[in-house]
């Protein structure tokens, strides 16, 4: 249902474009075949026998943030080669938003942001206190 809404898909495409430039920089794949993933990933989110619940796919926020994980990896890597990586950056920032009382990590992402406040949360918990830059970035509202 969510990539249904265009403001949703535009956003997800815009992630995956600067995930797989980074791809592309780091391990030497080719333009068109990333982007033929991007395209095919895409289709497959949005048939609706295949859906996967958000509460499924947002849950375990601490261990999705991780340093070496989905976001904050490509993140620091962009950073450290000039690559883009706005999109991602509001994505890992939207991640820290999220809240949910049946949902154990949720609630200590939550409790640890209302604590240290969200840059001492992503410096301590994420680990990203060598990164300050990106840690500022992330910080920033739109």
């Not at 030497?28 to 996967?52: H, P, S």
């Not at 990896?73 to 990586?85: F, M, S, V």
């Not at 949720?106 to 840059?119: A, D, F, Q, R, W």
Request: aromatic share 6%; charged share 30%; with cysteine.
């Amino acid at each position: 249902e969510a990539v249904a809404d265009p403001v949703v898909a535009d956003f997800a495409m815009k992630v995956l474009d600067e995930l797989g430039d980074i791809i592309i920089h780091k391990y030497g794949y080719g333009v068109e075949e990333i982007r033929a993933y991007e395209i095919n990933l895409c289709k497959r989110g949005a048939i609706a026998e295949m859906k996967d619940e958000i509460a499924r796919v947002v849950r375990n926020p601490i261990r999705k943030l991780g340093i070496a994980d989905r976001l904050v990896a490509p993140a620091i890597y962009a950073e450290n080669h000039g690559l883009k990586n706005e999109n991602i950056i509001k994505s890992i920032r939207n991640i820290t938003k999220y809240y949910s009382p049946d949902d154990e990590m949720s609630v200590v992402m939550h409790n640890e942001i209302e604590t240290k406040g969200l840059g001492g949360f992503l410096k301590e918990t994420i680990g990203l206190i060598k990164y300050p830059e990106l840690v500022e970035k992330i910080c920033k509202e739109d």
